[in-house]
């Protein structure tokens, strides 16, 4: 019986990949780089992009926000004024814990390609799913707060694989927590050797900087040199 | 389409159903009381279990460990002195993010029943699935860390509504968080009035005897009242 949901499972992941690859040939017709952005909950991710949106320059840059409910992160972001398209996942059961090929494809008429260079993909909070589901991006940024301790690449070492840019978040808390961020940073290169990486803060701005030109990078390399 | 995968996944829901009272019966028969815990990656799940297995006095205690990848936890546990049974979801695809009840049907052999009353099943970190899946437990506790900030419950109502004991952790970083207590508890009481709550911190051990006394009860009242 294990068997049999597995091989469903598979014959979802290839529709869903053939879907992604339909996105990202829309996406690079209209221009636009496309981050998926990814985390546990909590970690940080609205924060950053609250901070990075704002420091952007002459990158015009979108929001596709994915959550199970509710509409608290779009209004955070709008008010940082950049087009947030939602999608919430709480249709059908309880919730989607990632967001798929399928229903970023169904926001596809809803998001403002012909204005923006950069589109920033908030998915669901979650550190297993979401990174079995490509959406169509280019690349693939996640969020590992210092708070969620040393040892989440070995737990969940297919999150950290499927990125090209690890940021390390909360870094101004490091003084009150027992953390060696040494070991965290040589659990990062056991499951993913030199993946490149980031110590950054979304409350104090430290590191955004760097994250910003990392985003300026990726959206002026577009869409041949990425991913 | 997406009809039909709502389609497939409620029926994979209801035969879950199933085996999770296959489960509990057996779990009643053996006179074993059964907890799920759960939380999102990082919120300090295994911590919290550290202190409190240590402080349960003559209530035996197991634990039956859920992760993606890896024994980590299960050694952390299994040094605390309890017996510890593993499971590792990261078989099939790129892992399961949450435990179903058929996952707990395959370790009931391995689970020393008749040595313990108590059988807390740490879950895969995981704010959405886990909610929607009973594996046969009696009661379910959630951790939410404070550093994941205050409007979690808004975002997974349904992980914050399964369960019937929210334990509020980390707050020894208070004072170092832009964090409002106030705000997390009102939003709790939005989606789940007045459900129980404690407010922890595995780090200091503050008010970990109030969560021991939690399960203790739960353990002595078992097995009509719970659930």
């Known amino acids: ?24 040939a829309d996406f690079q017709e209209a221009g636009v780089t496309v981050v ?42 709008a008010s940082a004024h950049v087009p947030v398209t939602q999608i919430e996942t709480g249709s059908g059961f309880g919730g989607e814990c990632h967001l798929d090929a399928n229903m970023v494809r169904s926001a596809l008429p809803s998001l403002p390609l012909e204005a923006i260079d950069l589109l920033v993909i908030e998915n669901v909070g ?28 070995l737990k969940y070492p297919l999150m950290f694989r499927a990125c090209e840019l ?9 003084p009150h927590l027992d953390f060696d961020l ?24 430290e590191g955004v900087g760097a994250f910003r030109d990392w985003l300026a990078d990726v959206a002026g390399r577009r869409p041949a040199a990425v991913g």
Chains 1, 2 share one sequence.
């Open 182 to 205: 040494g070991r965290l940073l040589a659990n990062l290169d056991t499951v993913h050797p030199g993946v490149e990486r980031l110590l950054v803060s979304a409350r104090t701005g």
């Open 1 to 24: 019986m294990h068997r049999t949901r597995v091989r469903v499972v598979e014959g979802l992941l290839d529709a869903n990949d053939t879907i992604a690859r339909a996105n990202r």
């Open 126 to 153: 979650n550190l297993v799913c979401p990174a079995e589901f490509r959406v169509g991006e280019h690349a693939r940024v996640m969020v590992s707060a210092v708070t969620e301790g040393e040892e989440k690449p």
């Open 36 to 77: 998926n952005l990814m985390s546990a909950p909590g970690a940080g991710k609205t924060a950053l992009l609250e901070r990075v949106v704002r420091e952007l320059g002459d990158v015009r840059v979108g929001v596709l926000e994915g959550d199970v409910q509710g509409t608290l992160d779009a209004e955070r972001l």
């Open 166 to 174: 690890v940021l390390i978040n909360k870094i101004d808390l490091l």
